[in-house]
């Protein structure tokens, strides 16, 4: 067995190290499943993917989902790939890049079942900022009073693409009409189908929850979001080109620190599909 890990944070975060060549195992992938069901973040340090490997190992990891045409990555084969990129040489849509500074869960927009993982390698490491950061909703929302836990999961959220990118842009400034009228309703506490535990649906793409005001409902999409973002239930990486993250897409809230256009920065993101909430159904 050629690889290891360690815990960064009990239940929020670990480090594996492999080289490229164990993602050819299949009890690698089974490796990382296990450390993601209970660490729910694994930063993978140095793994050197190629596109075409890295989408092999999605696939090991499960099924292959692509849930954007925004920003197609570099070739035909390895068209499931999507690039996060500010140049604007590549990028003409940079709001949409602006909006993963704020905490958020990948594909909740759109009309598919919410991804289980993402799968993110860094191709270009800015010099300053663009470190990720991941919040575990499991352990904000078991940290939850038991009341609280009950109240929420009485509720829907919908979630909106301009909701996602509110704090960047005017609804209006969304050009494409397709991407401005994107949204979605799903429950704010989504049970894990393999694990039975439950996580928070929240995050910028949260735009209110249904049946409550605007203001109430939002105020309480932020406060939980805040909650989910202490320290004790959130890590931060800071990248190295070669690196790679994989994580509990529904109960790890992520986002970019702020970093510039001009870092180059570059990521390559492939993503493993998931199941609707079957206990919320
Ligand atoms: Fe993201």
Redo the contacts with the bound molecule.
């Keep these: 067995m050629n690889w290891s890990s360690e815990i960064i944070k009990p239940g929020v975060g670990a480090v594996v190290h492999a080289d490229a060549a164990a993602t050819k195992d299949p009890a690698f992938a089974d490796y990382c499943l296990d450390l993601l069901y209970k660490q729910g973040a694994l930063i993978l340090p140095q793994i050197n993917l190629s596109d075409e490997e890295q989408l092999e190992f999605n696939d090991r990891l499960g099924a292959r989902v692509n849930f954007t045409d925004n920003i197609a990555g570099g070739n035909e084969a390895a068209k499931d790939v999507y690039t996060i990129t500010l140049d604007p040489k590549v990028n003409t849509e940079p709001e949409y890049v602006l909006g ?1 500074f704020f905490w ?1 869960i ?1 594909g909740m927009c759109s009309p598919i079942a919410p991804p289980k993982y ?1 799968v993110l390698s860094c191709r270009k490491a800015p010099d300053k900022g663009g470190q990720t950061e991941f919040a575990n909703t499991y352990a904000a929302f078991e940290a939850l009073p038991e009341d609280e836990q009950k109240f929420l999961e009485g509720l829907r959220v919908l979630h909106s693409v301009t909701a996602a990118v509110r704090a960047v842009a005017e609804p209006d400034e969304i050009k494409d009409a397709r991407k401005r009228g994107a949204q979605h309703e799903r429950p704010l506490v989504y049970t894990n189908p393999d694990s039975g535990r439950k996580c928070m649906l929240i995050g910028y793409s949260a735009d209110y929850i249904v049946g409550m005001s605007k203001p109430e409902g939002r105020a309480l999409i932020a406060r939980l979001t805040e909650w989910a973002a202490q320290p004790a239930f959130s890590v931060m990486h800071t990248w190295t080109e070669g690196d790679m993250a994989i994580w509990d897409n529904c109960g790890v809230l ?1 986002r970019a620190r702020p970093y510039s256009s001009d870092t180059g920065r570059r990521m390559h ?1 492939t993503s493993v599909a998931g199941v609707e909430d079957g206990a919320a159904a």
């Design positions: 993963t958020h990948d993402t992520h993101r």
